[in-house]
């Protein structure tokens, strides 16, 4: 059977469509998103909640012409249906699929690339003010959540922005959610006004008390408590917006096609910034998603009919860290932990129910976490900032600055460090150890299994500076032999194999594929020394020069970019001390690193067990050996 989406192709499809029809629409829009995000997985909840806004939008005004930004785009899918990318969902976060973020490289719909919350009002006023610099004509439109308005650069922009001489939509997403219930005074303001007529009302009733004062003689203190009243109700909607020099529209049904086309046309009419207020339902049509949006905002596959998700479950690296924060917790009556509105995601919801008053969500907003964390150690207390990699990039400086400045105590669970996978370029945490390991007085661990992650959060907790520890995303590597380990030593990494001619240093869950590498290379009578950095920061100068001193080869590994890594580290280290000891590094390219499983990408960069296994034959097919003696200086 023929659909109405059928026919859409671009958003001037939408045109001819009658109210009717553009329901009916919105509805096959979401049977779609189902029937792909239930294969693929995905970002569905946030999708689900945007299906009338993105269609009113596509039908009010004239995308690629009018520019439209959406802010972390997850919620982008909709848009995508819209402009001609329906055919390519069952390749959804695939490797050389389609993307789940807005990307200028795959549609000329896609004004502006993001992924990292926060950022599209910034973009859209810069867009619009080179639009007027140029005497060009368009309109820029930014999409933003109530989660994503959390964050300080939104503000940043929105002071920059309202100053009225550049034209510019912003439209609010309000669905009182973030990934979880969303947090901050300012959401809980804009929860308190349900519908347009009661500000209006309100409005228009502080002007009828105001004239009828003198008339009927209220007690002056009865009248400002009303006032009063009606003011908090002011200041809840459009009047902070206002203040801020935007005309303020709202709030209006985000699930009323008609009502958002007829606000969105009044927002085109205008000539100022405007910012539009529109009410929608996370999860909106699809009862689990709208009972358990959290659980909905990014799904792997799972079964419409029931909502469970399909396939294996496993325990994560984040969860190995709540479930020892909460273990640590009951030792440490100081330990508190921070998270930028991801609360589930970094593992700390065991943590928020068993210690509700020693878990801090504070929005999106990774340079207020990181400060907070420096101002609660301060003051005494151990503060955890559990981050993902990619989102820290936006904290350096306060990392730099407020924290080891000062040398507090601050621990850092960087998760999500290496490839992520289906998110790709954005949310890749391969710039960590760059970012950090330059910062005097930061030690950086990496754990190469669940023992390891255990045994360096303990070490963490109680370690009197800046420390972080850097882990994957997904299963927790646990090693198949519990071995006895040396006790963590700061600074020190350690030998636990010893061979010959070849050793293998690696950094974190690059461990696991050496050991796979010394097993292949063990068939054929190679057998080389293996040794787990555990620190990256400060570096393992004496077992450095005892590696270099025994072996011809010192291969490096670590699941991070090239420049600024571990590797580049130990040869910088080791080329200044003349050891005949040839290193070679194995790490990520220098480049922007796609889409695609962990694994997959993992193993096309040649981070892998076979990869390390050829790099250790070719250089012993070369036979230039040195036998590790020390070079003449
Ligand atoms: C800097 C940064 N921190 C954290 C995230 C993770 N993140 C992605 S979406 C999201 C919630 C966004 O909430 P909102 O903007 O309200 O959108 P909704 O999903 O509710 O539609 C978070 C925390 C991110 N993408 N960027
Ligand atoms: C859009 C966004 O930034 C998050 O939803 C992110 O995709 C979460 O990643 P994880 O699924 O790895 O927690
Ligand atoms: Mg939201």
Redo the contacts with the bound molecule.
Sequence with gaps: MNTLLDAIHDPSDLRGLSDQEMDVLAEEIRQFLLENVSQTGG?LS?NLGVVELTLALHKTFSSPKDKIIWD???QSYVHKILTGRKDKFPSLRKEDGLS??PKEEESPHDAFNT???STSISAAYGLAKARDLQHEEYEVIAVIGDGSLTGGMAYEALNNAGKGETKLIVILNDNQMS?SSNVGILPYRLSQIRTRHLYLETKEGIRKGLAKIPKIGIPISNWIRRVKRRMKYMLVSGVLFEELGFVYLGPVDGHNCKELQKVFQQARNLDEPVLIHVRTVKGKGYEPAEENATRF??VPSFDIESGNIVGSVFESW?EVLGRNLVRLARKYDNLVAITAA?V???GLEEFSHIFPDRVFDVGIAEEHAVTFAAGLAKGGLKPVVAI?SS?LQRAYDQILHDVCLQNLPVVFAI??SGI????GE??QGIYDIAYLSHIPGMTIMAPSCRLEMVAMLEYAVSYPGPIALRYP?GRVYIAPSEERRPPIVQGRGYIYKRGARVAILTVGVCRSMAEKAAKLLKQEGISPTLADARFIAPIDETLLEELASEHDLLVTVEDHIHTGGFGMQVAAFLSARKYPCEVQTMALPDKFIEQGTRESLLTNYGLCPDAIAERVRKFLARGEHNGGKKREA
């Design positions: 970002h946030s972390v785009g997850h789940g973020f992924g990292h919350a990934i905002h990014g984040s991801m589930q995601n970094t993902y989102f998760d999500r992520v996978g289906e998110d954005t949310h995303k």
